[in-house]
């Protein structure tokens, strides 16, 4: 028996549909179009796709969408110059500035210099907290996403054992806050945790954000386990280059009831959650 596919493409194409028809209410009743203003530093080619495919979808949710280009050698002053104006434009409603920004800059710094109520990564300091203190505004999109897809196989999530490979900022963190606040048991686990296998092997749920290609496999999930694959990892398969996940995809489908693919899962979702925090953030300027 193969595991159920969540099939991202297809659940980002709904949300997307539900973004647009709010897209529509707001231009109708408040002459609002919600807009989102995407920064990239340098010239970096997988940060080039990310922007291009997060303008285009948004122009596709009747959204507008500017991506500000800056060279690699910007300097900090003009980066937050830039920041400070997309600000204090009463037009722009969701800033994002595409991480990783070139070594010379301090993401930190720029990341807490974005408007709170514009931080449509939700990763400022202030968002973070409302997280973890349960009391979210805007939501980290991965995660988001995440939330969203584990909804499909699991209306109710209380109680269900999960364990979280990773702890970034951006994935492992905010994903275990999520699944904390709706009542599950969160083992968070990373490059130091001992018997990382076993624990995973316990898991009702597993989230994989380790950044490593195929790392999980088969004999790491327990049989009907549901399995949520955040790894995007360029490979090299004869000569050619292949997307794959953080889990073993081919492996891990025979024995989890559900997981997601890598392409077409969690990455399609996450500018699906990006959309719909941007229009968030417009109705909450509105309020
Ligand atoms: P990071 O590199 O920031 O974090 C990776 C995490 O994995 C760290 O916490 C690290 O532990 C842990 N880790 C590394 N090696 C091991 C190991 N051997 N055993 C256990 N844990 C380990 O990555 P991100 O969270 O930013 O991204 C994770 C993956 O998700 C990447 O493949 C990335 O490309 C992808 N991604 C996909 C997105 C999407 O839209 N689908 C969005 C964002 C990311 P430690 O903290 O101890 O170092």
Not at 24 to 44: C, F, Q
Not at 79 to 103: A, Y
Not at 115 to 141: E, M, T
């Amino acid at each position: 028996m193969m595991a159920q596919l969540i099939d991202g493409k297809q659940l980002s194409d709904q949300v997307l549909q539900e973004v647009a028809s709010e897209v529509e209410l707001l231009r109708a009743e408040h002459d609002i179009v919600p807009t989102l203003a995407v920064v990239l530093v340098g010239e970096d080619p997988a940060s080039q796709v990310y922007v291009r495919n997060k303008v285009k979808r948004a122009e596709e949710a009747g959204m507008c969408s500017i991506a500000h280009r800056l060279d690699a050698e910007c300097t900090q002053d003009v980066l937050n110059k830039l920041i400070d104006h997309l600000n204090n434009d009463p037009k722009v409603h969701g800033i994002l500035v595409q991480l990783p920004l070139p070594s010379h800059l301090n993401d930190e710094e720029v990341i807490a210099s974005i408007h709170p109520a514009k931080d449509v990564d939700g990763f400022h300091p202030l968002n973070v907290g409302a997280l973890a203190s349960g009391r979210p505004s805007l939501v980290p999109c991965t995660p988001q996403g995440c939330m969203i897809m584990l909804s499909q196989v699991h209306p109710d999530l209380s109680g269900k054992n999960v364990v979280v490979v990773g702890r970034s900022n951006i994935v492992g963190k905010p994903m275990a806050a999520l699944l904390l606040q709706a009542n599950c048991t969160v083992t968070i686990a990373h490059s130091r945790t001992q018997n990382i296998e076993a624990l995973c092997l316990n898991a009702d749920i597993v989230v994989a954000a380790v950044g490593r290609a195929e790392f999980i496999n088969a004999d790491w999930i327990k049989p009907g386990a549901t399995v949520i694959d955040v790894g995007i990892n360029a490979i090299d398969v004869d000569g050619k280059r292949k997307l794959v996940g953080d889990v073993d995809f081919e492996s891990v489908a025979r024995i989890a009831g559900a997981i997601t693919p890598v392409p077409g899962g969690v990455g399609p979702m996450t500018i699906a959650c990006l959309l719909l925090n941007t229009t968030r953030a417009a109705k909450h300027q509105l309020a």
